[in-house]
């Protein structure tokens, strides 16, 4: 419930992210169990590490929505880079290379 709450706060500002960042958008959104902050993963299509600078620059001002939530302490937000999708193309690429070695060595030892 909180974290959608976060994300429906934070959602709005992704619009305003620099162009070069393509289309982002918040993969996941962890609340501390004592709610001491929240952490915000974001991904991108371009510059996802841009898109994270442009947010940490606007934390004040997310901070203070934050406050209007109805919680006995308002989280402070911290901002990461998600990286899922790039350590899936890397464990991707490692298999590709994988199974192209072990099908070179097997014809190499057939002939």
Same mark, same amino acid.
């Given at each position: 419930?909180?974290?959608?709450?976060?994300?429906?706060?934070?959602?709005? *500002?992704?619009?305003?992210?620099?162009? =070069?960042?393509?289309?982002?958008? *918040?993969?996941?959104? =962890?609340?501390?169990?004592?709610?001491?902050?929240?952490?915000?993963?974001?991904?991108?299509?371009?510059?996802?590490?841009?898109?994270? !600078?442009?947010?940490?620059?606007?934390?004040? =001002?997310?901070?203070?929505?934050?406050?209007?939530?109805? !919680?006995?302490?308002?989280?402070?937000?911290?901002?990461? =880079?998600?990286?899922?999708?790039?350590?899936?193309?890397? *464990?991707?690429?490692?298999?590709?290379?994988?199974?192209?070695?072990?099908?070179?060595?097997?014809?190499?030892?057939?002939?």
């Amino acid at each position: 419930m909180l974290a959608s709450s976060v994300r429906a706060i934070i959602a709005p *500002i992704l619009r305003a992210c620099p162009q =070069e960042c393509g289309m982002v958008s *918040i993969t996941k959104v =962890e609340l501390a169990s004592d709610l001491s902050y929240v952490t915000v993963y974001v991904s991108a299509l371009s510059e996802v590490k841009r898109a994270v !600078t442009f947010l940490e620059g606007r934390r004040k =001002e997310l901070q203070k929505h934050l406050g209007a939530l109805e !919680t006995h302490k308002t989280p402070l937000l911290r901002f990461r =880079e998600d990286r899922t999708a790039q350590d899936g193309n890397r *464990i991707d690429e490692l298999l590709r290379r994988a199974s192209k070695n072990t099908s070179e060595e097997s014809s190499g030892t057939s002939q």
